[in-house]
């Protein structure tokens, strides 16, 4: 009997001790995240939409990606490319060993099938798709792109996680693509559309070596599973955060900042700063075509009180005039003087050269973000009181979304977006972008900055092509905004990041 | 019944595409260029000529195909059939939790006309009626589920959830919905109990030494019974086709929420095959709520 029960102890401790060992570094843990909604797609090639970068970020990757501090770094190339002394040939080293989620190994090909793909389909690809020569596996693990002229944005576009240059195996590749399959830390697990979308630890992947930093580095992939729950309505996100039904909670109301610090479950993190409201100006058609028009409409705002309306609490704006926030390597201060002028007179006087008469200015805007509503009501008043006659066309965003796309129905339309790491990557500077701003001064320093390679000239460069947009008004940042998001109290590893990610995420 | 679809089918197909709105455009997010939104149009079909996508429309509709998502990528029904259970579990639930504080009060309250009793269940029912279910579905969300933690504050569960599970987090919303409906199916049973208890046979009934308790349930209840029915089978349509504020702040994803994104995302197949399950519920439940009144008044003929 005796030796029946040490039996049995004996088995149940090399049991214990056979279960301990099998149980990996990490712990067992599932991060779930409540997110605005559902990604549209889970090819991340043919949408724009931060939402499908966010989630998408987590199963396929790019070449290459930003460190936290906005540099670029490698992630499926093995180092940075080796750049041609003339910029045009990029010889792109690739990681050894990458395995896709179908169990197949990445190499070349995919690379090169991938980026054609990303050319002729993405909207960011497309933009630069004129000055690539060609794209070809020049080696079992190199890829070489050549192009027609230097573009320095390309590692930038590259890197980006927002119609990302991912990469697929070759033999999905095609104008769609049905079952996404990618490299990345985490493979799809089950989606049941509006409820949830799993994603489990991809087991063949192989990290990075270097410290983790930003979206570059180590992914640990240290919870088991990352789900993602859409929820729509933001107060709903706040209640499961503080209920600790969530882990992490994406864009909450500013509103709410005092109830997720007064809770013991939740702490609230602030992204700051997040982004920029914008307003688009139509370049193309309409009463904004006149520059001096343009003039007058910068110098009426009164920016301070806009953003306060918005907002409502200074923990959350900062009238900031400069296009990238201190501490970016983009910051400058030329032509700051046209920020915020808050000049009724100045406006009148510059209507009046203009030989305005009254036409509308049809304000674009929509209350699916109230902050973009409630600032343009601000506005309105203070451009009335400058003279002129304002038309606010308040519509939902689909609606906002395609009337945009027409420059006989806007004369501005209100955006925003996040602070991207490169300039080149805001569309907004294109003259072939929907709004159209071109003039030939704007248009040779835009070129040179595109082809220039040397950071402390294209730091000038952008400095000038600041100010050409005070002078001519190409398009108004309003000002900078944070960004509210919530996460459990002892949630390590998940940095405040425009595009959040969890792969080393862990709770306490 | 028919007709009745057909012309649902036509105002569901029209009504979608009179809103502003281009679904191309919002799945591509904002930094997509104009032209790329055409090109989605044209894989999506949604260039070719409004009459030939109608005929496209019902010609598959008939064959019950009610098409493809365009934000899912999936056949309607199928996204449809996946929202089904819990819209259908909710209103359920809800018309129970309507039904056990509506009749009981609003039989007593006819009984006790005039007293007490009978003015607070009026006032409260106005109070139940008169109050969003928003607002109704927000304070229980912070208090019984955040503050208390009695329930979940939002969801249907996740991969590991089983179907028993998933019924917790019904709970709460069905005792929102349920408490915000009770108040007109408590006012019509008072009402209707009010009118038969004035009636001869009531008199004669307790003439002749009937209890009390069996005067009101067995004869006066059933004879009220009609308007009842009535009225909870109006009741379940418009929660089946209506919940559409409780399953947003409780994040349930059902028809509701369902039929929100897709206006918002103009989802118009999803938009139009919503309409047309509605539609289809409403005349089912109006047969049923008939088909009622034969069980409670044998003397009822069709």
Same mark, same amino acid.
Request: without cysteine; negative net charge.
């Given at each position: 009997m005796r030796s029946k029960s040490t039996f049995l102890r004996g088995s149940a401790a090399l049991l214990l001790i056979a279960t301990l060992s099998a149980v &990996?570094?990490?712990?067992q843990k599932v991060v779930t995240v409540a997110v605005v909604?559902?990604?549209?797609?889970?090819?991340?090639?043919v949408s724009t939409k931060d939402i499908v970068s966010q989630v998408t970020q987590h199963f396929v990757e790019t070449l290459y990606t930003f460190d936290g501090s906005w540099n670029v770094a490698p992630l499926l190339a093995a180092e940075m490319p080796d750049i041609s002394a003339g910029g045009t040939v990029y010889r792109i080293p690739l990681r050894e060993g990458i395995m896709f989620h179908d169990g197949s190994m990445m190499d070349s090909g995919d690379v090169a099938a991938s980026i054609m793909r990303w050319l002729e389909v993405a909207s960011r690809g497309k933009g630069i798709a004129d000055r690539v020569t060609s794209v070809e596996a020049t080696g079992p693990l190199e890829v070489t792109i050549t192009l027609s002229s230097p573009h320095s944005p390309l590692l930038s576009l590259l890197a980006f996680s927002n119609s990302a240059a991912v990469v697929y195996p070759e033999e999905i590749i095609?104008?769609? @693509?049905?079952e996404v399959i990618g490299t990345g830390p985490y493979r799809i697990g089950e989606h049941v559309p509006d409820l949830y979308l799993q994603l489990l630890r991809f087991d063949g992947y192989v990290s990075r070596s #270097?410290?983790?930093?930003g979206h570059a580095g180590?992914?640990?992939? @240290?919870?088991d599973e990352i789900r993602f729950i859409p929820v729509a309505d933001p107060n709903t996100r706040v209640e499961g955060l503080v209920s600790g039904q969530f882990d992490f909670a994406d864009a909450?109301?500013?509103?709410?900042y005092s109830r997720i610090e007064g809770s013991d479950i939740a702490e609230p993190l602030l992204?700051?700063?997040?982004?920029w409201p914008v307003w688009a100006?139509?370049?193309?058609?309409?009463?904004?075509?006149d520059q001096k028009v343009r003039l007058a409409l910068q110098a009426a705002l009164p920016i301070d009180d806009m953003l306060f309306a918005a907002?409502?609490?200074?923990?959350?704006?900062l009238v900031d005039a400069p296009l990238f926030p201190s501490g970016?390597?983009?910051n400058n201060d030329a032509g700051?003087?046209?920020?915020?002028?808050?000049?009724p007179e100045a406006a009148r006087a510059l209507l009046d050269e203009a030989g305005y008469t009254g036409q509308p200015l049809r304000i674009l805007t929509s209350r699916q973000f109230e902050f973009h509503f409630k600032m343009a009501e601000v506005a309105r008043v203070a451009l009335e009181d400058a003279g002129f006659t304002v038309q606010m066309d308040v519509v939902d965003w689909a609606t906002l979304g395609q009337r945009?796309?027409?420059?006989?129905?806007?004369?501005l339309y209100i955006t925003h977006s996040p /602070?991207?790491?490169?300039?080149?990557?805001?569309?907004?500077?294109?003259?072939?972008?929907?709004?159209?701003w071109g003039n030939p001064e704007k248009e040779a320093v835009l070129a040179e900055f595109t082809a220039e390679t040397d950071l402390a000239k294209r730091r000038e460069l952008f400095a000038e092509l600041q100010r050409m947009n005070f002078e001519d008004? %190409? /398009?108004?940042?309003i000002g900078g905004f944070n960004a509210l998001m919530g996460q459990r #109290?002892?949630?390590? %590893?998940?940095?405040?990041? &425009?595009?959040p990610f969890f792969w080393n995420a862990s709770v306490m | 019944m028919g007709a009745v679809v057909l012309i649902v089918l036509t105002i569901a197909f029209f009504i979608v595409r009179l809103?502003? +709105?281009?679904p191309a455009a919002l799945m591509l997010?904002?930094?997509?260029t104009p032209e790329d939104a055409v090109a989605l149009r044209e894989r999506l079909g949604l260039d070719r000529p409004i009459f030939v996508q109608y005929a496209t429309f019902i010609t598959g509709a008939v064959r019950g195909d009610l098409g493809q998502s365009i934000?899912?990528?999936?056949p309607v029904t199928q996204v449809l059939k996946a929202r089904a259970e819990p819209t259908v579990l909710l209103s359920l639930f809800s018309l129970i939790v309507a039904l056990l504080v509506a009749v009981p009060i609003g039989i007593y309250s006819a009984y006790r006309h005039g007293s007490f009793f009978d003015q607070a269940a009026i006032s409260t029912a106005m109070l139940a009626a008169s109050v969003p279910s928003f607002w109704t579905g927000l304070m229980a969300q912070r208090?019984?589920?955040? #503050?208390?933690?009695?329930? &979940?504050?939002?969801?249907? %569960? +996740? &991969?590991?959830?089983?179907f028993l599970d998933r019924i917790e987090y019904l709970i709460l919303p069905s005792l929102v919905l349920g408490i915000v409906n009770s108040a007109l199916i408590l006012r019509f049973t008072r009402a209707s109990m009010l009118d038969v208890l004035g009636e001869d046979y009531i008199r004669t009934a307790r003439s002749k030494g009937m209890s009390e308790f069996r005067v009101v349930l067995r004869h006066a209840l059933r004879n009220a019974g009609i308007p009842i029915i009535t009225v909870v089978g109006l009741t379940f349509a418009l929660l089946v086709s209506g919940a559409v504020v409780t399953e947003r702040v409780f994040n349930i994803p059902g028809m509701g929420n369902l039929v929100v994104n897709a206006v918002l995302r103009r989802d118009y197949p999803v938009i139009q095959g919503t309409l047309i399950v509605v539609a289809n519920l409403y005349v089912i439940i109006n047969l049923i709520t008939d088909l009622l009144y034969l069980v409670v008044d044998k003397r009822v003929r069709f």
């Open positions: &990996p570094a990490y712990s909604g559902e990604a549209d797609t889970f090819d991340p090639m095609g104008e769609t @693509i049905d #270097e410290p983790s930093d180590a992914r640990k992939q @240290i919870p909450l109301p500013a509103e709410s992204l700051q700063p997040f982004g100006i139509n370049h193309k058609a309409g009463l904004l075509t907002f409502g609490d200074e923990r959350f704006f970016w390597v983009w700051v003087e046209y920020y915020n002028q808050n000049d945009r796309n027409d420059p006989a129905l806007f004369d /602070f991207l790491p490169e300039p080149a990557l805001t569309s907004l500077w294109s003259v072939t972008a929907r709004t159209g008004v %190409g /398009f108004i940042k #109290e002892g949630l390590a %590893g998940v940095p405040a990041n &425009p595009w | 809103a502003p +709105g281009d997010g904002p930094d997509a934000f899912f990528n999936q208090w019984l589920a955040t #503050e208390y933690g009695w329930f &979940p504050a939002s969801g249907y %569960g +996740g &991969p590991d959830t089983v």
